[in-house]
Nanobody
Framework: QVQLVESGGGLVQAGGSLRLSCAAS????????MGWYRQAPGKQRELVAG???????DFADSLKGRGTISRDNAKNTIFLQMNSLQSEDTAVYFC?????????????WGQGTQVTVSS
C-alpha cells in the first residue's frame, strides 16, 4: 500500500499563486509517476501535471506556462506551483502515484485538497 499526504490547498485571489505538496510513503516502486488531477463540480477528473522519477513532466494545456512541477525523490514528495490562478482553476486537487512494473501498474490516490480561486 501507498499513503499520500497532500497539503497546500486553500483560498486564493484571482491572479495569485499556490503551491501544493504531496508526500508518499509505503510500497513505492523504483519506476513511478506522481502528479495531480483535479475535479471541478459537475466536471470529470482531469490531469493537471505529472512527473516521473526521472523528472520527465507533463502538463494540461490549461496550465502550460503557469505551473511547474518538481519532486524530491529522496523524500518521495512532489510540489506543484501554480501561478496566475483563475476561477477556472477552482477544484479539488488529487495527488496520485502510479507504480510501474513490468506488465502492470498500480495507482494510488490522495484524499484531495480544495483549491478555491476568488474573483
Amino acid at each position: 500500500q501507498v499513503q499520500l499526504v497532500e497539503s497546500g490547498g486553500g483560498l486564493v485571489q484571482a491572479g495569485g499563486s499556490l503551491r501544493l505538496s504531496c508526500a508518499a510513503s509505503g510500497s513505492i516502486s523504483r519506476i513511478n509517476t506522481m502528479g495531480w488531477y483535479r475535479q471541478a463540480p459537475g466536471k470529470q477528473r482531469e490531469l493537471v501535471a505529472g512527473i516521473t522519477v526521472d523528472g520527465v513532466t507533463d502538463f494540461a494545456d490549461s496550465l502550460k506556462g503557469r505551473g511547474t512541477i518538481s519532486r524530491d525523490n529522496a523524500k518521495n514528495t512532489i510540489f506543484l506551483q501554480m501561478n496566475s490562478l483563475q476561477s477556472e482553476d477552482t477544484a479539488v486537487y488529487f495527488c496520485f502515484l502510479r507504480n510501474t512494473f513490468t506488465f502492470t501498474t498500480q495507482t494510488y490516490w490522495g484524499q484531495g485538497t480544495q483549491v478555491t480561486v476568488s474573483s
